[in-house]
């Protein structure tokens, strides 16, 4: 695993390089499967953030779910979890639980797939219902980032 994710991503900087685009300093695991090794691979490869899923402190039905909120001074940069995952089995109800875990230094953080997903419904988000969300977090004053920018609100060790 380690070597194919190696190449992998030698071949997505590659890309990355004839297009122009700037290399990414996060990284989220395909299929938020991870192992030691992953993580090494990650680290060597100089990502400063990594997603993981909900697992396994939460299970994960691969169509949405909750998950633990990052807590820095616990979990390692390069295992971020998740803390909802959107999808067809993730409701209204699940984003404003994530929102909720975000107390005393913990940070939501949301996953959206595709809005919409055709090619992969299971983790599909009704545009209706992202527009819902954003919505939502707009009215309530949440401060929306994206993962390579936790460094900002993060001291790491």
Known sequence: MAAEL???LIHIDDRCEAY???QPKTFCYPGYSHNAAAVEVVA???FHFARRGVAPEFPYDGEGGRGPAY???LHHPLLVPTTGAAGPNWRFEDFTWALDQAVDGNIAVLTFHGVP?????WVHTEPEQFEAYV???AENGYTVI???DLADYVRRC
Request: net charge negative; hydrophobic share 25%.
């Open 6 to 8: 190696r190449s992998d």
């Open 20 to 22: 122009g685009i700037p």
């Open 44 to 46: 060597e490869h100089g």
């Open 71 to 73: 807590d820095p001074t």
């Open 117 to 121: 997903d055709l090619e992969h419904p």
């Open 135 to 137: 919505a939502y977090l």
């Open 146 to 148: 994206a993962l390579q």
